[in-house]
């Protein structure tokens, strides 16, 4: 399978910037990635700081649904499965879409090999706040309304095997509840 993403950077020495698709891009190593996580974690608390990177993540997904949408006149519905497609390009995981119902406003996807849980040490609670927060600003931005997002499994909480996501309508209490989730 090829890396659309490692073919199609640009690198511009002058500027010293990597770009893809007239977007800057940066490197970083998932460690130092965590070390903000945890330091901010440390200095606001788990709830602060998970709502922190989910709400970064959610104004990524938001902006990419918008760029796929007007820059490569994407349908907004085949922008989740493109998104899932970067994930794994980018080294996020490997994304699957378990069920996407624009109709009922719901999704569902698994992350084999998150590198937010690989890279974190043993959890009580989930840790993947940005993937979780990029896709419910995506779909958010697809439906046209704000839908958000649940990690009902995750691999820094029960180990080995994908980090499981879920997204609906309402609040975060509700979603479960919308999604019927066993
Ligand atoms: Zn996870």
Redesign the pocket.
């Known amino acids: 399978m090829t890396n659309e993403i490692l073919e199609s950077m640009e690198f511009v020495p002058d500027g010293g910037a990597l770009m893809y698709r007239g977007l800057r891009y940066m490197l970083i190593r998932p460690e130092t990635f965590m070390w903000i996580q945890k330091s901010v974690i440390s200095k606001v608390g788990e709830e602060t700081a998970s709502q922190i990177f989910y709400d970064v993540g959610q104004k990524a997904g938001n902006m990419l649904v918008t760029y796929f949408c007007h820059e490569m006149e994407m349908d907004p519905v085949d922008t989740i499965r493109y998104l899932a497609r970067l994930g794994a390009q980018l080294g996020w995981g490997r994304v699957e879409i378990e069920s996407l119902d624009p109709l009922h406003g719901t999704l569902e996807i698994e ?1 084999s090999h ?1 590198v ?2 690989e890279e974190h040490s043993f959890s009580g609670e ?3 706040h940005m ?1 979780r927060g990029v896709f419910a600003g995506a779909w958010s931005r697809v439906l046209d309304y704000t839908v958000n997002g649940i ?1 009902m ?5 029960e180990g080995p095997g994908p ?1 499981r996501f879920v997204f609906a309508k309402g609040s975060l209490d509700s979603t479960e509840a919308n999604l019927n989730v066993k």
């Open positions: 992350v998150s937010f849980a989930p840790v993947c993937i990690e499994r995750c691999r820094a909480v980090c």
